[in-house]
C-alpha cells in the first residue's frame, strides 16, 4: 500500500489493490458470489458468535458485547513502513500508507440499523468513538483520525452489518488542511458565527442545549445537513458525556428523517488535527458531523470541474428535516 500525491496538485490518493478482495453485498448485477456470506447472518463476520472470523480484537462494549471494535482485514493504511512524505524526480511524492484501519461493529443485532437505534444505544456509540479517537491519537507519527460510516450501497458499503469505520493517518487529509488555512485568516471562528447565524435561518432543522443542525447554504448533496455543537470545540475528545447524549439526541432526529428517505448516506466528523490542538497560536477547527446522504449520482460537471450541481435546496431540505413536508 502507497500514498501518492497528483503531480502538481495538493491531492493525495492511497494505492491499495487488495480492497478488491473486500466481500461485497451490493453487487450491481444483484449476484452475490459463492464464497460473498456478508449478507448471510450466519456467516457475517460481524455478529456476535462470528469474533473469530475477524481479525484482531481492540476492544468491546458490554459484556456481552454490544459494540464491538477490531482491525479492519482489508485496511487501506497499516502502521508499516515509512510514515514521513519524501518526492523523487521532481513530480513523484509518496510515502507508505502508514496508520491504522478499524471498523466498529455498531451491534451485535444483524438486522438493526443505526436509525433504528434510541438515544442512548446512540450515545454509547459517540462514546466508543471518542475512546477510539483518544487512543489512536496517542500513537506514534499520527496526525489525523478520520472516523466515517457508510451506509448502504450507494455510500461504499460492503456489509450490510451496521458499522463504522476509523482511519488513523500519518498525514492531514487535503479538505482538513484547507479547512485549517482558511479558519485561521480570521480573527474569530467564522463556523461560531456561521452557526449563530444558520439557527435563525430557513435552513435551521433542530437544535437542543449543547448541539443545532442546519443544512448548509452550498449544500452539495440532496438533504446534506451538519451538526454543529453551540460552543468551540475542536474535537469530539473535548466533549463531555452529558454532551454526548444531546448529540446522540439531534443524531437520532436527523437519522429518523433519512430512514424516511430510505437512502444510502455518509456521515464524517471534522476534527482539529493532533498538532493543532497542542499548538496555542494555532487556531482550531470548529468540531462537526457532516451527513451526506447519496441520493443523486454525480457526472462530469460535478467531477470534471467540482462545480456541483444540487436538485435540493438546502432551504427545501430543512423543510424535510422540520417534518413540514
Known amino acids: 500500500m502507497e500514498l501518492r500525491k497528483d503531480y502538481i496538485l495538493d491531492r493525495y490518493v492511497i494505492i491499495a489493490e487488495q480492497r478488491t478482495l473486500r466481500p461485497d ?36 462494549f458490554g459484556n456481552p458485547w454490544i459494540i464491538r471494535w477490531f482491525e479492519n482485514k482489508f485496511p487501506i493504511v497499516e502502521p508499516l513502513g515509512k510514515y514521513f512524505i519524501q518526492t523523487d524526480n521532481k513530480y513523484f511524492t509518496f510515502s507508505d500508507a502508514y496508520g491504522y484501519h478499524e471498523v466498529i461493529a455498531e451491534t451485535n443485532d444483524h438486522n438493526k440499523q443505526l436509525y433504528d437505534f434510541n438515544e442512548v444505544e446512540i450515545k ?3 462514546t466508543v468513538y471518542k475512546n477510539r479517537m483518544q487512543e489512536l491519537y ?38 482538513v488542511r484547507e479547512e485549517l488555512t482558511v479558519v485561521n485568516t480570521y480573527q474569530t471562528c467564522p463556523h461560531c458565527e456561521i452557526l449563530n447565524i444558520e439557527n435563525a435561518s430557513y435552513r435551521r432543522c ?34 463531555s458525556d452529558d454532551a454526548l447524549l444531546d448529540l446522540a439526541s439531534i443524531m437520532k432526529r436527523v437519522l429518523s428523517r433519512l430512514k424516511d428517505l430510505n437512502c444510502s448516506y455518509n456521515y464524517y466528523l471534522h476534527c482539529t488535527p493532533k498538532g493543532y490542538m497542542n499548538n496555542p497560536a494555532a487556531k482550531t477547527l470548529h468540531f462537526h458531523i457532516e451527513i451526506t446522504p447519496r441520493i443523486q449520482l454525480w457526472g462530469g460537471v460535478e467531477h ?22
Open 25 to 60: 453485498s451490493f453487487r450491481r448485477d444483484g449476484v452475490i458470489h459463492p464464497n460473498n456470506l456478508s449478507d448471510n447472518q450466519i456467516a457475517c463476520h460481524f455478529c456476535a458468535g462470528n469474533e473469530y472470523l475477524t481479525p484482531k480484537e481492540k476492544g468491546r
Open 138 to 175: 496517542s500513537k506514534d507519527h499520527i496526525q489525523y483520525v478520520h472516523l466515517f460510516k457508510n451506509h448502504g450501497k450507494d455510500a461504499g458499503t460492503s456489509v450490510k452489518h451496521s458499522h463504522s469505520q476509523i482511519l488513523a493517518l500519518a498525514h492531514i487529509p487535503r479538505l
Open 304 to 325: 470534471g470541474s467540482e462545480t456541483i450541481v444540487n436538485q435540493v435546496s438546502p432551504e427545501t431540505a430543512a423543510r424535510f428535516y422540520r417534518g413540514e413536508q
Open 124 to 126: 454509547n456509540l459517540l
Open 206 to 239: 433542530f437544535e437542543n442545549n449543547t448541539f443545532v443542525a442546519f443544512t448548509p447554504y452550498a449544500s452539495r448533496f440532496n438533504y446534506e445537513i451538519w451538526i454543529f455543537p453551540k460552543k468551540h470545540y475542536a474535537s469530539l475528545t473535548e466533549i
